[in-house]
């Protein structure tokens, strides 16, 4: 696939009529939209009904729409539902489609593999690949849809309402595509999902929470804490040896400070690790210190039972000690609660993606160099 076709996937609307209107295509400016609206419905340019036969032509030769394609999906008991996607260069990623009472929420990934080395986390096991375009990342969500849409089981109107960056990858590893993502995610000729449904987490990159501070985007920035000091945290999250717990806690009271949006410290139990009534009251401490008890800057506290994953050696806290935790912050004033564990019969559920995906690309790739070798 030719590097020089454009992206036309990841541009804005104003970007296309930048171009369309221009030569070679010197189309009227109105034909912009049709092409962005179309282009978020999902549609491959044979596609576009309302386009001339020959700019369809032209654009198929000239651009590219990176939508993933769905290799394989699973759907689990609860009515989660993993789908393994390939993407244009035979790469693959995961995303998790979760059924609320309140709508349809998607979990993406943003990346082919991680290189952050969390130590409970499957999606770090192979590494990092490289980073998605924002198309990609908006591929995910616009081919969930489509697939929703073409269920016959489903209600008429049924959509997505939200959107999680909580999949393979870290968000703020690949700034300036997860903005533009954002910016696309919520274009009012697009999928308009608003930004408040939005939840963008991170391991902890400081001078990238700074800066998406600056931007003042109505997200929920989900911080994925997971220990309470640093000596704790620099075992298992090696992002902690370069940015520590007060430097990243500083940053979060700035990001708040700035947008006014509630953050949400992520917190996953891990039996023997981190899950004890000192552990509980240590976090409340930390918390109320930098953030501010009474309510002075608003934050929540999402505790996550871990799931297992064979290679990390890792076992996540029981249901009692996960209880007892939960219990432990309420009763010093934090607000906290147990995420709903959704998906664990396919594989899905958090710090489970870990794409089998990775391994068949890399089969792929050997297959590749033998064949050359003959």
Known sequence: MSSSKIDILSLTENEIKEIITAPPYSQPSYRAKQIFEWLHRGAKFDEMSNLPLSLRAQLKETCIIKTPEIERKLVSTDKTIKYLFRLYDGEHVESVLMDYEYGKTICV???????MGCRFCASTLSGKVRDLSASEILGQVLAAQKDINKNAN?????????????????PLDNFDETVRFLELL?????LNIGLRHVSVSTCGIVPRIYELAQLE???TLSISLHAATDAKRNKIMPINRRYGIDELLLACRDYFDKTGRRISFEYALIEGENDTISDADTLATLLKQYMGSNGERPFHVNLI???????????GSGSASVRTFASALNARGINATVRRKLGSDIDAACGQLRIAAEQMAKKERAKIYDNRKK
């Open 217 to 219: 985007l109505p997200i």
């Open 305 to 315: 039972p871990l799931n297992k994953v064979r290679e990390t050696g890792l076992s």
């Open 109 to 115: 990934s943003s990346q082919v593999g991680c290189r």
């Open 154 to 170: 489903t209600k008429a109107g049924t959509r997505i309402s939200g959107v999680v960056m909580m999949g393979i990858g870290e």
């Open 186 to 190: 919520s274009a009012p000729g697009g």
